[in-house]
């Protein structure tokens, strides 16, 4: 493997002018920060939704995909050397950014304490009052999710692409759990993984990360838990 980009592009409508689909104050610092992904050897550092470009993605069209620092980057680049490039793209609406950056620009991103009223109280926490509450946004969610990682790489001596990728029903996850589908999406592997380590599948001493351990299992119970994904081969990555 020497080329990955995990795409995660959420196409549902929640109905609300702005909100988060998970803790505001992670939210909106994951999404505002600068951008990081690992190239030749070394991390490069861009600025907030500096570098975008539309990605298409399956039973959901074409839609404008930043890049943006997530972490799970730093262990991968260390447990699979041998990539040569690793980067993270996700969607964001139009209206969505501009909400952003004004929140940002009238300071409610803020996460240092402001003194209101004889009080001490913290921009983005004020914030997180008012916003709605991202576990109930899964009644009127309509639309899906769509998260996968394409590959480029070699096998057998010849360039190879793999596409491996999962699209979850909003609806479909509000039915059967009371939560829309990226709260769907985060819950499921989480306790795969929690059944593969008391199933003994994954064992060992110290800290590991997933891409650590046996893959097969963990994706033949995912599937069977509510998140059946697919594979493509031989197709333009478009990155």
């Not at 989480?190 to 046996?214: D, H, I, Q």
């Amino acid at each position: 493997m020497q080329y990955l980009d995990i795409v995660d592009c959420n196409a549902g409508d929640h109905g609300k002018a702005f909100a988060t689909n998970f803790n505001p104050e992670i939210n909106i610092r994951e999404v505002t920060q600068k951008g990081k992904y690992w190239e030749n050897g070394e991390w490069k550092i861009t600025e907030p939704h500096e570098i975008h470009k539309p990605l298409n993605y399956p039973n959901i069209g074409p839609k404008e995909s930043y890049l943006i620092y997530h972490e799970e980057l730093e262990s991968l680049v260390k447990n699979f050397p041998s990539l040569k490039r690793a980067r993270f793209w996700m969607t964001f609406g139009q209206e969505y950014l501009t909400h952003l950056r004004v929140i940002q620009n009238i300071g409610m991103a803020g996460i240092k304490p402001v003194m209101y009223e004889g009080k001490e109280i913290v921009p983005i926490k004020f914030l997180k009052a008012v916003l709605p509450d991202p576990g109930e946004l899964g009644e009127n969610y309509k639309g899906e999710t769509s998260i996968g990682c394409r590959i480029r790489g070699l096998k057998d001596g010849k360039e190879q692409t793999y596409y491996i990728y999962n699209n979850c029903s909003h609806e479909v996850a509000y039915k059967e759990t009371g939560a829309q589908g990226v709260s769907y999406t985060t819950g499921v592997p989480a306790t795969v993984g929690a059944m593969m380590y008391l199933k003994g599948e994954w064992s060992g001493k110290g800290v590991f990360n997933v891409e650590e351990f046996n893959p097969d299992p963990f994706l033949k119970e995912v599937a069977k838990q509510g998140l059946p994904w697919n594979e493509l081969h031989g197709v333009d990555l478009e990155l």
